[in-house]
């Protein structure tokens, strides 16, 4: 039997963004199964939305999976961050890994988030939803302001081998560039059971969008080590 791979899109992209990786991750001999995001696809949005209930709801999916025996798990960005806190508390089958450019901090990402700024009431009901996670909220007079939010003790207690894969690109380009700053590097090095990989120069933020053929054969064969 194929090792089930779940892969986990991130927040303000559709699963079929990522469709070509889980084809290259198929091509590897894996059972390639797409999770999306609450408030996507046909998944109905939590309330209160928090990075503990997304993490929990997947954790759900896992443990009623009827193939969850040696799984792998790869999140992207946001959904990156899910998976590292489900491996503070795996379900039963799990063996690694994978977040993909997380996140760790909120304020270096707000300039991207502020395109989005504005009256409240006017805001897409999905982008309202997740602001807290990025720490937007609310003012009395209706408009957005910014609150720090900071996800580094997500990576404290992992019980799994944790594998971060950030992009190699410093400079502007046609993407955003990594999310993964050097502080943040510097922190991962230092970490026990936690093994950062930048790929290559010219890969940005979409790491499995730019460079899926090295990032596919490089889960392929560190999953194939954790089983």
Excluded at 16 to 28: H, L, Q, S, T
Excluded at 59 to 68: F, G, M, V
Excluded at 137 to 163: A, I, M, T
């Amino acid at each position: 039997m194929n090792a089930p791979l779940a892969i986990l899109h991130s927040g303000f992209r559709r699963g079929a963004a990522i469709r070509p990786f889980g084809v290259e991750m198929a091509n590897r001999g894996f059972d390639v199964h797409f999770r999306h995001l609450p408030g996507h696809a046909d998944m109905p949005l939590i309330d209160p939305l928090t990075m503990d209930a997304i993490s929990e709801q997947f954790t759900r999916w896992l443990d009623q999976s009827e193939s969850n025996d040696r799984t792998i798990i790869v999140g992207e960005s946001l959904a990156g961050l899910a998976a590292l806190r489900v491996a503070a508390d795996p379900p039963k089958g799990l063996k690694a890994v994978f977040a993909i450019d997380p996140p760790f901090t909120m304020a270096r990402q707000w300039a991207l988030h502020r395109l989005y700024e504005g009256p409240w009431d006017s805001l897409h009901p999905l982008i309202r939803a997740y602001w807290d996670i990025f720490g937007a909220r609310r003012h009395g007079n209706g408009q957005v302001h910014f609150e720090e939010r900071d996800y580094r003790p997500f990576l404290s207690n992992l019980k799994l081998p944790v594998h971060i894969l950030i992009g190699g690109r410093r400079s502007a380009g046609p993407t955003p560039t990594s999310v993964v700053d050097e502080e943040d590097r510097a922190m991962l090095g230092r970490l026990d059971g936690v093994t950062l990989h930048v790929m290559g120069a010219e890969v940005g933020h979409l790491v499995l969008d730019e460079d899926r053929t090295a990032a596919a054969d490089l889960i392929a064969s560190l999953a194939a080590q954790a089983m």
